[in-house]
Nanobody, 128 residues
Framework: QVQLVESGGGLVQAGGSLRLSCAAS????????LGWFRQAPGRDRELKDR????????????AYARSVKGRFTISRDNAKNTMYLQMNSLKPEDAALYFC?????????????????WGQGTQVTVSS
């Protein structure tokens, strides 16, 4: 069992940066693949409707959504049981509730339903 807690969200001007953190408790963090997803305001709250942002495998292979590639960087620190999302050059369309997730298999995935554990989310607001 893994519990995930996101932090680092907030209000930022377009073009600015934020770093999100996802702290995990429980055993086996280094064995999990991890991901960041987001949900825009007004969207349905079903799991499948969460938009893929970035994922990192157990071996630190990464993949990104086309909309954030080159601007966002996902990373993990297994010694600290923490995953990060560095977000640069933020745009108003990046505003959303950001979730971290963990899946109990080593391979990264862009599919929300592949993930077993989810945090509660951290809000990112981008002003134009």
């Amino acid at each position: 069992q893994v519990q995930l807690v996101e932090s680092g969200g907030g209000l930022v001007q377009a073009g600015g940066s934020l770093r999100l953190s996802c702290a995990a408790s429980g055993r086996g963090f280094s064995m999990y693949a991890l991901g960041w997803f987001r949900q825009a305001p007004g969207r349905d709250r079903e799991l499948k409707d969460r938009e893929f942002v970035a994922t990192i495998s157990r071996y630190s292979d990464t993949a990104y959504a086309r909309s954030v590639k080159g601007r966002f960087t996902i990373s993990r620190d297994n010694a600290k049981n923490t995953m990060y999302l560095q977000m640069n050059s933020l745009k108003p369309e990046d505003a959303a509730l950001y979730f971290c997730a963990a899946k109990s298999w080593y391979s990264a995935s862009s599919i929300p339903n592949d993930y077993d554990y989810w945090g509660q989310g951290t809000q990112v607001t981008v002003s134009s």
